[in-house]
């Protein structure tokens, strides 16, 4: 993170303005960028989770029945599919295609 970028940082808070990270990235991997920066606070998951100073005050969570149903109808067409939360990511399962992207 460029020096400058951090100093502007510095000055929004410096003028009761909170900078807030906005990106379709998952929260665990904020670390780097959030202890380059000082900043606290994210919209993460593309507005799935969202982080004020460190809290996790909002999820949006896909119902069970959906998921089951999602999930079913993926493995029946042998479709491998990739989670993510806040925390972690895991997939059904492991193809080619799998190994390409997340080896």
């Known amino acids: 993170m ?6 502007a940082l510095k000055a929004l808070e410096a003028n009761q303005i909170l900078p807030v990270i906005a990106t379709g990235r998952n929260y665990y991997e904020l670390a780097d960028i959030m202890a380059a920066t ?3 606070s ?9 982080f004020l100073d460190g809290d996790h005050i909002f999820q949006s ?8 149903r999602f999930l079913n109808t993926s493995a029946a067409q042998d479709i491998q599919v990739a989670m993510y939360n806040s925390e972690a990511s895991a997939l059904t ?11």
């Open 2 to 7: 460029p020096p400058e970028n951090v100093a």
């Open 38 to 40: 000082g900043v606290r």
């Open 42 to 50: 994210a919209i993460a998951a593309n507005g799935g989770d969202i």
């Open 61 to 68: 969570v896909i119902g069970e029945p959906q998921l089951t």
């Open 93 to 103: 399962g492991h193809n080619q295609l799998t190994t390409d992207n997340y080896a």
